[in-house]
């Protein structure tokens, strides 16, 4: 199974208008961006398949958050870096082979998305904005659907996002609106077909976009 986007190649930069921020001013490092789903595509599907699941995660976020954001210091690229879930979304129809841009979220939305628009019939998951914005009153809520990144704008190390298509062997996984991306992976389990992933990067640190 091969996935692509018109929007960015593998391993190269993602968008800025799809990413929740984008670069602002000295004062401002940060500001909120288009936010909108890039586009995927997909094919070579193999015979059997019943619907598709797509994950996006952040595989360099901060293990320890004392100098995120912060002004006059840097996150050290050496910093030992775990996952950030961007998107979940299941029970994809069999007979989809495309995503296009802003189909799936278009825009910040604040406390998050409660009904994300998506294939007819797709159930999506919770992302880790969730947490990222539990203490914050104006921000806080369950986060659902696609929401794109936001790396530390101080970051010294560039991020990376694997978006993941599965294909799989069930037309649906009996999930709730609101999943994990650990009851995600539970339910799958057994049922995956093919895999296919695709690879985009994201920095706000200035230095590091030049």
Partial sequence: MRIHSDDFRDMQPIPDDCAFGRPGSADTPCVPSANRNPHLAWDQVPEGTRSFA???IDSDVPTR???VNQPGRRVPASLPRTDFVHWLIADIP?????L??????????A???RTPPGPAGACQGLNDYTGWFAGDATMA???L???GPCPPWNDERVHHYHF???ALDVAGLGLRSGYSLAQLREAMAGHVLAEAELTGTYTLSVALRR
Avoid: L, N, Q
């Avoid at 069999?94 to 495309?98: F, G, I, M, V």
């Fill in 54 to 56: 797509i994950t996006c």
């Fill in 65 to 67: 958050g004392d100098d």
């Fill in 94 to 98: 069999a007979d989809c082979r495309e």
């Fill in 100 to 109: 296009a841009r802003a189909s799936c979220g278009d825009g910040v939305v």
């Fill in 111 to 113: 406390h998050g998305k």
């Fill in 141 to 143: 809520g369950d986060y």
């Fill in 145 to 147: 659907g696609y929401d």
């Fill in 164 to 166: 993941r298509i599965h």
